[in-house]
């Protein structure tokens, strides 16, 4: 994973039984997804305020591992990738003490708003994903190398 995002559960997270609520896992992924973007210097008010291009969530999905609760300490890792000259995925792993936790993916089109037709990803979107699939090689080269000593 290439970007590391630093999350405290707060009691507002939780459901009735404690543990985060299911939904909201995707809104801490959401938060993460954010945080990456603006980590390159993309303006977020005007990402998520243009009137021309959109990146909606077309799929998503949750797996959990393990409950969290109020006050567990999240790092939030994500990945994101090209799938298509529109389309981006971004793979997160959620760990609290190196521990996996849940992991998640969201799916991301790129279309016109006012004719909701598909785009191409622009240039900043592109960026973006190269810059995170360095950084991801990177570990992993980093991972490999101490694997082999």
Request: hydrophobic share 45%.
């Amino acid at each position: 994973m290439s970007f590391n995002y630093h999350r405290t559960i707060h009691f507002q997270d939780t459901d009735a039984a404690g543990v985060v609520y299911f939904a909201n896992v995707l809104k801490i992924c959401h938060e993460s997804y954010e945080a990456s973007l603006a980590e390159v210097n993309i303006n977020l008010k005007s990402f998520f305020a243009n009137p021309s291009i959109a990146f909606p969530i077309v799929h998503s999905s949750v797996d959990f591992f393990r409950p969290m609760y109020c006050g567990d300490h999240l790092i939030v890792s994500l990945a994101p990738q090209k799938i298509g000259v529109g389309k981006f995925e971004i793979s997160y792993e959620l760990k609290i003490n190196d521990i996996l936790v849940a992991k998640a993916i969201t799916r991301h089109a790129c279309i016109d708003v006012e004719t909701r037709s598909k785009e191409e990803l622009p240039d900043y979107m592109i960026h973006w994903l190269e810059i995170n699939r360095k950084e991801v090689e990177t570990a992993i080269r980093i991972m490999s190398r101490s694997e082999a000593v």
